[in-house]
Structures are given as structure tokens and as C-alpha cells.
């Protein structure tokens, strides 16, 4: 079982829709990333968590320690929208930070 | 245990300055990827390198090169500091593809302050 859950691994909406990528981890962190990666590859990152709510936008990305899982959400979706969604979690083991991603989600949205 | 270590904690420099962060791993890892963290921002990836000799850019490369002549060491290079670039660096290796969503071990970080 890996550490980082995401869900669903491919979603595909229309214009407007309200957005729901989750999160899902099974270890002890210290803040959680949501990433956005599009089709040139540039990763860029949309939110550091380590708990509560943080919003940008239309996007809105929440964390519940106790239940370990995270959520992105995005409303009135737009087409340019459509990329790959990440979850990262990152956690220090041995004296090292470690990172660990989710296997992504991919978005498109049709207009 | 796979160790990726860079060349300091600590650094401060002056504008215009030409600054070198050094990144080395043990464990024989195809990719590196030097990355900034900065509050409110996260994490940025600005050049990664899937092997000896080679390298992308990612995110934020303005400002930065990088060079990759032996496998095991990822250097970061920025020709002429600018106050811009205080940040936290950060290098990762991985022994996957780079565009793959995988583990990715990170360097404990060189937190660089330029004046």
C-alpha cells in the first residue's frame, strides 16, 4: 500500500463543475503539497498545509490531521484548469526529510 | 539508507555574487531536482536532470543553471545573486523517471540569504 492516496485517478467534467481531488496518507506528517503539473511539465505548487483550510482563488485545499486526508477542491472549473493534480506529504524519518508523492490525479475539463 | 547531502546549511552572499549549492547522493539515482521553497509559495521546481550531462527546466529557471558531470553531484549555479533568490534550496534524487509521480528523497536544504 503506498503512503499517499489520491482519488479519483482520472476525472473529466464540464465547465463550471465543482472539483473534488482527495488525499489520503497513512503516516505522520508535517505538511501536506498540492501540486498542479500540465502537459509541458513544469510542476508548480498551489498549497502548503499543515492544517486547517487555505484558499486561493477558486481553489481551496483543506487538511484533517486527525483523519489524515486532504482534500483539493476547485469551483466554477475552467478548461485551463485541466492538468495533472499531486498530493505530496512530507515527513522526517531517520533525521532526513522525506517526500512522497501521490500517484496523481488527472483533470480535464471540457468547456 | 539513501543519503543526499548538500554542500551547506547556511549560506549568505552579496548581490551579484556568483553562488554555487552543491548536491550529492549515494545510492546510484538516475534524476536530481533542485527545487526553492518559499512561504506561501511551497515548493518550486526550477531544473531537474534524468542523467549525466542532461537537464529540464522546471518551473522557475530564470536566474539559475545547473551542471551534471558525474551522476552522483547536481550542482545549482546562479551566475549573479540577486536578493529575489534568498530562499530555501532544496535537492531531491530518484531512481525513476522524472515526469513519474514517485518518491522523490530530499537533501536537508541550504537556506541562502543574499544581501
Known amino acids: 500500500k503506498n503512503e499517499v492516496e489520491q482519488s479519483p485517478q482520472n476525472l473529466t467534467a464540464q465547465e463550471g463543475e465543482f472539483i473534488t481531488i482527495n488525499c489520503s496518507y497513512s503516516v505522520g506528517i508535517s505538511a501536506l503539497h498540492w501540486l498542479q503539473q500540465h502537459p509541458g511539465g513544469g510542476i508548480v505548487s498551489l498549497f502548503m498545509l499543515s492544517s486547517g483550510k487555505k484558499k486561493h482563488g477558486r481553489l481551496i485545499a483543506t487538511i484533517n490531521i486527525q483523519e489524515k486526508h486532504s482534500s483539493l477542491h476547485i469551483t466554477a472549473s475552467h478548461p485551463r484548469d485541466s492538468a495533472v493534480y499531486i498530493c505530496?506529504?512530507?515527513?522526517?524519518?531517520?533525521?532526513?526529510?522525506?517526500?512522497?508523492f501521490g500517484q496523481g490525479t488527472r483533470l480535464t475539463i471540457n468547456p | 539508507d539513501v543519503k543526499v547531502t548538500q554542500s551547506s546549511r547556511y549560506l549568505v552572499k552579496r548581490t551579484g555574487e556568483k553562488v554555487f549549492l552543491e548536491c550529492v547522493q549515494d545510492m546510484d539515482h538516475e534524476n536530481m531536482f533542485w527545487y526553492r521553497q518559499d512561504p506561501g509559495l511551497g515548493l518550486r521546481l526550477i531544473y531537474f536532470s534524468y542523467d549525466v550531462k542532461m537537464k529540464e527546466k522546471g518551473d522557475i529557471p530564470e536566474g539559475y543553471s545547473v551542471s551534471r558531470e558525474k551522476k552522483e553531484r547536481f550542482s545549482l549555479i546562479l551566475e549573479s545573486a540577486s536578493t529575489n533568490q534568498t530562499s530555501m534550496y532544496l535537492c531531491?534524487?530518484?531512481?525513476?523517471?522524472?515526469?513519474?509521480?514517485?518518491?522523490?528523497?530530499f537533501g536537508p536544504g541550504t537556506r541562502l540569504t543574499v544581501l
Open positions: 505530496a506529504v512530507r515527513y522526517e524519518i531517520q533525521g532526513a526529510q522525506k517526500l512522497v
Open positions: 531531491a534524487s530518484s531512481s525513476l523517471a522524472a515526469s513519474a509521480v514517485r518518491k522523490q528523497f
